[in-house]
């Protein structure tokens, strides 16, 4: 193995690492959000609480390293974790 394909190789492994998992719910709560809906819009989508609602952004937020949730927006889909096929 060249010093080029180790390089390229290691630099993959360490993206598919720094891909955080979101849950399906969390996925659900931020493509939502990501398409303007509001917190009850979303609870209303999904039946759930605006507590549980929260709950899920929170939790996305924490596994983005999002200060709030356009920034775990913009984080999800920067590292490709938010997407229809992501899901």
Sequence with gaps: MSLIEWRRQSMES???CAT???S???H???ML??????DDGIAEAL?????TV???MRNACTKLDAVNRRHAIYRACSLGCLGP???
């Design 14 to 16: 360490k993206l598919i």
């Design 20 to 22: 955080p998992a979101l």
């Design 24 to 26: 399906p719910r969390e």
């Design 28 to 30: 659900d709560v931020l």
């Design 33 to 38: 959000c990501a398409k303007g809906n509001t």
């Design 47 to 51: 039946h759930i609480s605006h507590s």
């Design 54 to 56: 929260r709950f899920h």
């Design 85 to 87: 096929e992501k899901h």
